[in-house]
């Protein structure tokens, strides 16, 4: 119980240093690497851990705090303009300014200068799906090595399934990645809740016991390296993946006293598309650990 205590005081710690660190550099480099550093956290879960401890994204989280220090400034200083404002919070127009001003507090820079609105300044931002709680069985697994042929997808998320054809393609041409005999993976490399849609890469994999051959789809060899992880199953549509994601990182981390491995998480899928329905789709989340 004591080390169980010890490791959700220590999680929280740092994240105590981030969200102080945030605090006092508003004007600074808050990427997320640098962040990540911060908190010696891995740069590739650093997002889901920080979305899933704040309850928000952690630019949107920085451009909140951004505009409650614009806010007050606002209403503080009559020699600070909203051009004033919108620059010091690192907008680059006041119309971009005051159009995220208003979606924040529900009214317009030059509206809460002349009478501020404290209420809704303090009030508390979530994002709603972050809050179901983690009540699946996480096991901790050793996975060995594993070569895969790798398509990548780049894009939004949402053009992910014309990838996986395209893949499907490859796998039935090449004969290389048999659907029927070799696991089928996906890594994404980047986090569709906080990347721009046309900066989203995605790893469509399969498992291969032999040398990709040169092909005109773009296919590609990888090795998913062997180490220890945290796995969890997600039953139902990929689509909402997500909702089994973050309370790894909310509720389990924190009190298990690992460390994240600084690769991202995977997914193994277990069921045949399109011939399983979705909501009884089975993924297995892999997120490795030290």
Not at 10 to 35: K, P
Not at 252 to 279: I, M, V
């Amino acid at each position: 119980m004591q080390a169980h205590t010890d490791a959700t005081r220590a999680y929280t710690t740092r994240f105590d240093a981030v969200l102080a660190h945030i605090d006092a550099n508003l004007d600074g480099d808050l990427s997320v690497d640098t962040l990540s550093r911060v908190a010696n956290f891995s740069r590739f879960h650093f997002h889901r851990q920080f979305a899933a401890y704040v309850g928000v994204p952690v630019a949107r989280y920085v451009q909140l705090m951004r505009l409650r220090g614009a806010a007050r400034r606002l209403a503080a200083q009559d020699a600070c303009t909203v051009l004033d404002a919108a620059l010091d919070a690192g907008f680059d127009s006041p119309e971009a300014f005051s159009r995220a001003f208003k979606r924040a507090f529900g009214m317009a820079p030059s509206a809460f200068r002349r009478q501020p609105n404290w209420q809704i300044w303090s009030a508390t931002f979530v994002v709603p799906y972050l809050s179901r709680k983690l009540n699946m069985e996480v096991r901790i697994v050793d996975f060995a090595e594993t070569r895969v042929a790798a398509f990548e997808h780049c894009g939004p998320i949402g053009l992910v399934n014309e990838s996986v054809r395209k893949f499907i393609d490859w796998r039935k041409q090449s004969g290389q990645s048999p659907i029927e005999t070799s696991r089928t993976f996906g890594i994404p490399r980047s986090n569709p809740d906080t990347t721009p849609a046309d900066d989203f890469r995605f790893d469509i994999c399969g498992e291969i016991h032999e040398a990709v051959a040169p092909n005109a789809f773009g296919v590609r060899e990888l090795v998913i390296p062997r180490g220890r992880c945290a796995v969890v199953r997600h039953v139902g549509s990929t689509d909402h993946v997500g909702e089994s994601i973050y309370p790894i990182y909310r509720d389990w981390l924190p009190a298990s006293g690992e460390e994240l491995r600084d690769h991202p998480l995977f997914f193994h899928y277990l069921s045949a598309w399109p011939e399983t329905p979705q909501d009884q789709w089975q993924t297995d989340i892999y997120v490795p650990l030290a």
